[in-house]
């Protein structure tokens, strides 16, 4: 059983540029969120995907922000006309439908904006 | 806003010692309580997780929760310089049907050989 991989682990980019980060998460897990840490600070939530559904969307994701679970396996999440302030670490965890909703992280995407 | 308020720390002790985290939250109607362990520039991994009050042992770790206190914490016994890490704590904020977590700031832990 492997873990969640996020891909890539690293993206360096100039203000302005758009970026997509890809997550699959574990096999059989039906919930699959999306969340942004930066330095010193705990995970933040940005949304939440039930299947290929967007259930549940942050204050934090702006309009310049937009996710997707199209076959409802991995999800990207794209970040358009990037800002230096979009620089962090982008978590995604996925959980399966138990009860228990334990969410378990990919390694993340570091991101750069210069 | 729901909060959750961790000591930032760092909380240092000596190898063998017990480490006692702690965790304060504000939502009154949370119901599941989650302890991560992240090594720096790592991404955050499941120690504890647990949903009744009372006391819930894994090995070295305790996590123990107050409901009526609105207060949750971490134990670690026999602590070992492998345990150097910041402890997260998360809370299920969103209500009935929500799933989002909100997180403390975390706590640094250092333990000294």
């Known amino acids: 059983d492997t873990g969640v991989s996020q891909d890539p682990r690293h993206k360096i980019t100039k203000r302005g540029q758009n970026v997509t980060f890809r997550c699959d998460p574990i096999?059989?897990?039906?919930?699959l969120y999306w969340y942004r840490q930066t330095l010193g600070q705990g995970p933040e939530f940005l949304t939440y995907?039930?299947?290929?559904?967007?259930?549940?969307k942050s204050r934090l994701l702006s309009d310049r922000f937009s996710a997707e679970r199209p076959k409802g396996s991995f999800s990207t999440l794209e970040i358009q006309r990037t800002e230096q302030g979009d620089s962090a670490m982008y978590l995604c965890?996925?959980?399966?439908?138990?009860?228990?909703?334990?969410?378990?992280f990919g390694p993340g995407t570091r991101l750069l904006v210069l | 806003q729901k909060e959750v308020e961790q000591n930032s720390g760092p909380l240092s002790v000596p190898e063998g010692a017990i480490a006692s985290l702690n965790c304060t939250y504000s939502?009154?109607?949370?119901?599941?309580f989650f302890w991560y362990r992240q090594y720096s520039g790592k991404s955050p991994e499941l120690i504890m997780s647990?949903?009744?009050?009372g006391d819930k042992e894994d090995g070295r770790f305790t996590a123990q929760l107050n409901k009526a206190s609105q207060y949750v914490s971490l134990l670690i016994r026999d602590s070992q310089p492998s345990d150097s890490a910041t402890y997260l704590c998360?809370?299920?904020?969103?209500?009935?049907?929500?799933?989002?977590?909100?997180f403390g700031k975390g706590t640094k832990l250092s333990v000294i050989p």
């Open positions: 995907f039930q299947n290929e559904a967007q259930l549940e």
């Open positions: 939502d009154r109607v949370s119901q599941s």
């Open positions: 647990i949903y009744s009050n």
């Open positions: 096999s059989e897990h039906n919930r």
């Open positions: 998360a809370v299920n904020t969103g209500g009935a049907g929500s799933y989002q977590l909100t």
């Open positions: 965890a996925s959980s399966f439908n138990s009860g228990a909703e334990t969410q378990y």
